[in-house]
């Protein structure tokens, strides 16, 4: 039992590149998020989906961009990578928006 | 920024010894949860509390959801050193779809 997937688990970028970070979910939960944790920050909801098609806007979504066209996965774009982005990426999901979220293992993610 | 505020910031435990920690709020929230999360890996959920005053015990820990529902504690009793390692609260407020989390408690071994 996978449970949540996230793919790449590192990977370094130059500044102004793009990319795109994989979240796959076998536990056929309706709602995904996309978190970033930074030293002393704790985590911060980037962008969320309550349902396959859906996305909506967290706490920091400037200069990210998700996707949500398959229910079990979750995309998050960077269309021009900045240092500021340079983060642990973690991926979640949960049957509703009050059940408890399960995490991936994080993508570590830095732009030089 | 964080609306929860966890504390201490970060304890060192000795083999044996009960620990605890707290996470508090000026707003209310309608559920607490208590994360672990270990070097290089995602958060593990722990504890799930749901009402006001509810006690609930997984193994060694034990959380308590505040009657004031601005709190809850997660305590560790005769820690080992496996439970070294990031704690960290988090809530939800009302009907809402987003978790509030807190900064973390970082749970290291006495040298």
């Known amino acids: 039992n996978a449970g949540v997937t996230q793919t790449p688990k590192f990977r370094v970028l130059k500044t102004g590149q793009s990319m795109t970070l994989l979240c796959a979910q076998d536990?056929?939960?309706?709602?995904m998020y996309w978190y970033r944790q930074d030293p002393g920050m704790g985590l911060r909801l980037i962008h969320y989906?309550?349902?396959?098609?859906?996305?909506a806007k967290g706490e920091v979504p400037d200069g990210y961009n998700v996707s949500r066209l398959k229910k079990q996965n979750f995309l998050l774009g960077l269309e021009s990578a900045a240092p500021s982005q340079t983060s642990v990426y973690f991926c979640?999901?949960?049957?509703?928006?009050?059940?408890?979220?399960?995490f991936g293992d994080g993508t570590r993610l830095s732009i030089l | 920024g964080q609306q929860l505020n966890q504390s201490p910031q970060s304890m060192f435990i000795q083999e044996g010894e009960d620990v605890s920690m707290n996470c508090t709020s000026s707003s209310i929230f309608n559920t607490w949860l208590w994360y672990k999360q270990d070097p290089g890996e995602g958060p593990v959920l722990l504890i799930a509390l749901y009402k006001a005053g509810e006690l609930t015990s997984n193994g060694r820990l034990t959380a308590q959801f505040g009657i004031t529902r601005k709190d809850s504690f997660l305590n560790i009793s005769a820690s080992i050193p496996s439970d070294v390692g990031i704690y960290f609260c988090a809530g939800h407020k009302a009907a809402g779809n987003k978790l509030t989390f807190g900064g973390g408690t970082r749970v290291l071994v006495k040298p």
């Open positions: 536990m056929n939960h309706e709602y």
């Open positions: 979640a999901s949960s049957f509703t928006g009050t059940q408890p979220q399960h």
């Open positions: 989906s309550v349902g396959e098609g859906t996305t």
